[in-house]
């Protein structure tokens, strides 16, 4: 094997050695953790400079957004239109529904957070389909709101929600890549 010809270089075959199936993504995980974070203190630093009027917390969002963005890379390296941006804010909802879930469950209210944990999980496997390509942004197409439409929709979601995950059997697009990325990201796998 070739000597490593940086750090950089060396600590990303020390990773690859990790990941014995392609498929797994435990680091990929703990990396799109780490995004979500980011996002959520570049949005901390614009609150808390407009809060106490403080500009030197304005002044730490271009470090924090690179940081961000460079970490992103590694996670998602090709794209195409607003991939990129779309991820960012499928990453950035799931974080704040994860977060709006546990101060419903610390309130008591363990159902509205069960739902909005089953919510902030789909995002985030609306972000792993479209980064591994499991959704084809060519199949989607613009529909018109119809009422009727929306409450059928609206219904499927609940009874998909309200059912036990054990039990549900993947039927939708959706619930096909719940259930791959339930399988594919173990993070127990070092």
């Known amino acids: 094997m070739k000597k490593a010809e940086s750090v950089k270089e060396f600590v990303e075959r020390i990773d690859a050695t990790k990941k014995v199936n392609p498929k797994d993504l435990s680091s990929d995980q703990d990396l799109t953790i780490a995004i979500m974070n980011l996002i959520s203190i570049e949005e901390h630093l614009v609150f808390s400079g407009a809060k106490t009027g403080k500009t030197s917390f304005y002044d ?28 960012k804010h499928l990453l950035a909802s799931s974080m704040r529904l994860m977060e709006v879930g546990t101060k419903q469950q610390s309130l008591g209210h363990k159902e509205d957070a069960y739902k909005l944990f089953n919510q902030a999980y789909e995002l985030y496997c609306l972000f792993w389909g479209l980064n591994m390509k499991m959704l084809s942004v060519d199949d989607v197409k613009w529909v018109e709101d119809n009422i009727d439409d929306i409450k ?16 549900a059997q993947p039927s939708s697009a959706l619930s096909k890549m719940k259930a791959f990325v339930r399988k594919a990201v173990d993070c127990c796998i070092e």
């Open 152 to 167: 059928k929709i609206s219904s499927r979601l609940e009874t998909s929600v309200s059912a036990p995950a054990e039990t």
């Open 60 to 87: 730490l969002i271009q470090d924090v957004r690179e940081l961000r963005k460079n970490l992103m890379q590694k996670v998602i390296p090709e794209y195409e239109g607003e991939v990129w941006c779309i991820s």
